[in-house]
């Protein structure tokens, strides 16, 4: 089903048909990045095209040439279109449900000092209980660690299979986590769902899980969706949480950092508020998160250009996703077909990132081994990509315990996948393991 949002490449009547975007300019867009890597993990940092940069410096010069028109006149109108572009993108019912900020992880930290104050007034129990995916990304376990552990708030991991077979191997095991979470009369406060999981990396059925929460009563529900914005379509409304937070700048092609966080209309919004408390404390969060002090803002204004790049590729934004889907699916078939091994996750439940697991004569016995391989392939072949230690289960016997987490994105090419598969190959015809990086 289409988008129906401005980054569709949508244009209105009177304006131009943008003109297609050719190979040569695609690579061209990116000929900044090292070409002498095959860059596969598009995942952990994202990418920016050359007319974004441009667009953030001409932002930024604006700034520096006279910085107290820009604070007065244009900062904020700026900031105002990139979250009207914003809510088009998500379906969000009103603009003031959306706030820029830096990253998903400061999105956290507001949706969890909420949650926190709540603790310290009483509103909610010393005992009650936070809910979480095992797999939950690690910045974000942190934060509840020092914010929800600390109010005095009980944390349930939901503990999920990996590799995995099926969306509904986590629907079970969420449901586990919320009858855990009521026991002894406990109440469940917050759930925190992540939309795509990092490493590993799996599309969470978050609508179902949504669902469940509702069911049974919990109290607010928080979707980290670091990773979805660009790469799998985002309806808020048809989602049903309370609060929503993706990165523009892992798969939506700004430059770092800039994220959104959504927060649905309710009586609560008034009580949220930036941590970085500056001027426009107590006008809502969206004009708090507009001036946290004097610092760059030149990545959170370059949407509009964003959209127009976006709109040079068949389909706009969710042409880019589906091809970015079907080709990193097609890449990690030709690999576990090659080390006869197998997915992570089956094809779809893969967005523009698929689990690949990794020959077990290498040895990957630990997470030291599996950041050791990593750096090794990154030095001795030109290869990026990250590396998951799974631990194996008892009684397993020779289990694949290491698992490569391959992107693509659209300056990547089929020979970058090809580099990665030699050089794995090249380590097994040397006798390769892991444990040979240790000495």
């Keep these: 089903m289409a988008l129906h949002h401005p980054l569709n490449g949508t244009t209105a009547a009177h304006n131009p048909k943008p003109k297609p975007i050719s190979e040569s300019e695609i690579r061209s867009e990116f000929s900044h990045h090292d070409s002498t890597i095959a860059r596969i993990n598009n995942g952990s940092f994202g990418c920016c095209p050359a007319t974004i940069i441009a667009a953030q410096q001409r932002h930024q010069l604006l700034y520096l040439r006279q910085p107290d028109d820009f604070y007065f006149n244009t900062l904020k109108p700026s900031i105002l279109k990139t979250r009207l572009l914003i809510q088009s993108l998500i379906n969000a019912d009103h603009v003031d449900e959306v706030s820029v900020v830096d990253n998903a992880t400061t999105a956290a930290a507001i949706v969890l000092q909420h949650t926190t104050w709540s603790f310290f007034s009483s509103v909610f129990e010393a005992g009650d209980a936070v809910l979480m995916l095992h797999y939950a990304y690690g910045a974000v376990k942190k934060s509840v660690e020092a914010y929800i552990s600390r109010a005095g708030g009980h944390v349930i991991e939901v503990r999920l299979p990996f590799p995995i077979k099926s969306?509904?191997?986590?629907?079970?095991?969420?449901?586990?986590?919320?009858?855990?979470?009521?026991?002894?009369?406990?109440?469940?406060?917050?759930?925190?769902?992540?939309?795509?999981?990092?490493?590993?990396?799996?599309?969470?059925?978050?609508?179902?899980?949504?669902?469940?929460?509702?069911?049974?009563?919990?109290?607010?529900?928080?979707?980290?969706?670091?990773?979805?914005?660009?790469?799998?379509?985002?309806?808020?409304?048809?989602?049903?949480?309370?609060?929503?937070?993706?990165?523009?700048?892992?798969?939506?092609?700004?430059?770092?950092?800039?994220?959104?966080l959504y927060c649905?209309?309710?009586?609560?919004?008034?009580?949220?508020?930036?941590?970085?408390?500056?001027?426009?404390?107590?006008?809502?969060?969206?004009?708090?998160?507009?001036?946290?002090?004097?610092?760059?803002?030149?990545?959170?204004?370059?949407?509009?250009?964003?959209?127009?790049?976006?709109?040079?590729?068949?389909?706009?934004?969710?042409?880019?996703?589906?091809?970015?889907?079907?080709?990193?699916?097609?890449?990690?078939?030709?690999?576990?077909?090659?080390?006869?091994?197998?997915?992570?996750?089956p094809p779809e439940m893969c967005p523009s990132m698929a689990m690949v697991g990794l020959p077990v004569c290498l040895g990957i016995k630990c997470n030291s081994h599996a950041l050791k391989l990593r750096t090794h392939l990154r030095v001795c072949f030109k290869v990026e990509v990250p590396i998951y230690y799974r631990e194996p289960l008892e009684g397993e016997v020779d289990p694949i315990t290491g698992y490569a987490r391959i992107s693509h994105q659209v300056y990547n090419v089929v020979s970058d996948y090809y580099r990665f598969r030699d050089a794995v190959n090249t380590l097994i015809k040397d006798g390769f393991t892991c444990a040979s990086l240790s000495k």
């Design 264 to 345: 649905k209309m309710s009586d609560e919004l008034s009580n949220l508020h930036h941590p970085v408390v500056s001027h426009e404390y107590g006008k809502g969060l969206a004009m708090e998160s507009s001036w946290a002090g004097t610092r760059d803002y030149s990545a959170q204004l370059v949407l509009p250009e964003v959209m127009e790049f976006v709109s040079r590729f068949e389909g706009g934004i969710e042409g880019i996703m589906n091809r970015n889907h079907d080709k990193v699916v097609e890449m990690a078939e030709m690999l576990v077909k090659e080390w006869g091994t197998e997915f992570g996750a």
């Design 167 to 260: 969306s509904s191997e986590i629907v079970c095991e969420f449901e586990k986590a919320l009858q855990l979470g009521k026991s002894n009369g406990r109440k469940i406060r917050l759930a925190i769902i992540d939309h795509i999981t990092s490493m590993p990396c799996v599309l969470i059925p978050v609508k179902e899980l949504v669902r469940m929460c509702r069911d049974e009563g919990v109290d607010r529900i928080f979707i980290d969706g670091a990773h979805a914005i660009g790469n799998v379509e985002i309806d808020v409304k048809d989602i049903g949480a309370d609060f929503y937070t993706s990165n523009l700048h892992k798969w939506l092609f700004c430059p770092p950092s800039a994220a959104f």
